[in-house]
């Protein structure tokens, strides 16, 4: 497969750039993989487009304000975002402009970093002047939500690129399929028999990194972190048993519980770190269905729902959806796909 095959056209317009109000007001596509159908909803309209019983799977992660914003001695402006943590006084980080071993990053007039090493590819390890409870306090003083680089506007409220059901801090991206989800939406599935179950994945690059090769299978993710607690692989085990439709809400809770799932789509409790990357052709053990946004061309993301919906299928799809002024991306429209 060449990433040609995943790219299309989209116009400026149609890239979302603040979050609609409420969340669960924005337009649903669903695409029924049986008919190749297309149909046009709300998203309040998902509790009556489930089945009682389905097993509704979130990623409860919480994004942290990765984004910092400093200076080098000279004074000029330096962007970075931190990725990884190392230990208590270390983070890998990406910083632009790219700056070289040794150089100073200012953030206040106390808070600094200075580069220790550079990753292979281009990252930076970044070596704080405080440890510990104190610089996770003051990461989270001086750093701001990491919003994709395509959301030109500020936020008005830090929360709107958090998931009401976040939890577990440490993504540098939120899980945005699941940015729709309201708390009454959320009573209204469990009232309608529809079972709700956690995991986490911290999103960071392995979701988002450009593909920088044409041949797809030749493309690398970076690891990211996951957890699955016994409640969640037994309420999905007890799904799979009983012959009940597993719905994964987002990309990288498909990812999550395709990492762990055995031949017959059962799951134990897991921790660790998953590299998978999902492309047309691969064999789904656990997921049946999924709720995902509108994705950017040529990205991982798109390869993963066109590896279950069909890539002439997720296609058609959005152009349907730009001819009928869908958002697309992190604050976009969402779509179901059955």
């Given at each position: 497969m060449n990433i040609s095959d995943f790219d299309f056209d989209l116009p400026a317009e149609l890239v979302a750039q603040t979050p609609i109000e409420p969340r669960d007001s924005c337009r649903l596509l669903v695409l029924e993989r049986a008919t190749s159908a297309l149909s046009h909803r709300r998203f309040t309209d998902l509790p009556s487009l489930l089945r009682?019983?389905?097993?509704?799977?979130?990623?409860?992660?919480?994004?942290?304000?990765?984004?910092?914003?400093?200076?080098?001695?000279?004074?000029?402006?330096?962007?970075?975002?931190?990725?990884?943590?190392?230990?208590?006084?270390?983070?890998?980080?990406?910083?632009?402009?790219?700056?070289r071993i040794g150089q100073v990053i200012q953030f206040t007039a106390d808070f600094s970093a200075e580069v220790t090493a550079i990753g292979a590819d281009g990252d930076r390890c970044l070596r704080f002047n405080r440890d510990g409870a104190d610089l996770d306090w003051l990461i989270h003083?001086?750093?701001?939500?990491?919003?994709?680089?395509y959301v030109k506007s500020l936020l008005a409220r830090p929360d709107d690129y958090q998931t009401v059901y976040a939890r577990e801090e440490g993504s540098v991206a939120a899980p945005t399929a699941g940015l729709h989800f309201t708390d009454s939406l959320v009573q209204d599935l469990v009232s309608r028999g529809i079972?709700?179950?956690?995991?986490?994945?911290?999103?960071?690059?392995?979701?988002?990194?450009?593909?920088?090769?044409?041949?797809?299978?030749?493309?690398q993710m970076h690891a990211e972190s996951f957890q699955i607690l016994e409640k969640a692989a037994r309420?999905?085990?007890?799904?799979?048993?009983?012959?009940?439709?597993?719905?994964?809400?987002?990309?990288?809770t498909v990812r999550t519980l395709e990492s762990v799932a055995d031949p017959d789509g059962r799951v134990?409790?897991?921790?660790?770190?998953?590299?998978?990357?999902?492309?047309?052709?691969?064999?789904?053990?656990?997921?049946?269905?999924?709720?995902?946004?509108?994705?950017?061309?040529?990205s991982t993301?798109?390869?993963?729902?066109?590896?279950?919906?069909?890539?002439?299928?997720?296609?058609?799809?959005?152009?349907?959806?730009?001819?009928?002024?869908y958002r697309f991306f992190s604050f976009g429209d969402s779509m179901l796909i059955l």
């Open positions: 009682p019983g389905d097993l509704v799977v979130l990623n409860d992660t919480r994004v942290f304000p990765a984004r910092l914003d400093g200076r080098k001695p000279t004074g000029g402006l330096v962007s970075t975002l931190l990725i990884r943590h190392v230990d208590d006084r270390e983070w890998v980080a990406l910083v632009q402009p790219a700056l003083q001086v750093g701001r939500m990491p919003t994709p680089p079972e709700l179950a956690y995991l986490t994945l911290h999103v960071g690059l392995g979701t988002f990194r450009t593909i920088k090769v044409d041949d797809v299978s030749r493309h309420q999905i085990n007890r799904a799979r048993d009983q012959g009940r439709r597993v719905v994964a809400v987002g990309t990288t134990q409790t897991a921790s660790g770190e998953t590299t998978l990357f999902i492309v047309p052709g691969y064999r789904f053990r656990c997921v049946d269905a999924l709720i995902t946004n509108f994705h950017v061309p040529r993301l798109l390869i993963l729902v066109s590896a279950l919906a069909g890539r002439e299928r997720i296609l058609t799809a959005y152009e349907e959806a730009k001819a009928r002024g």
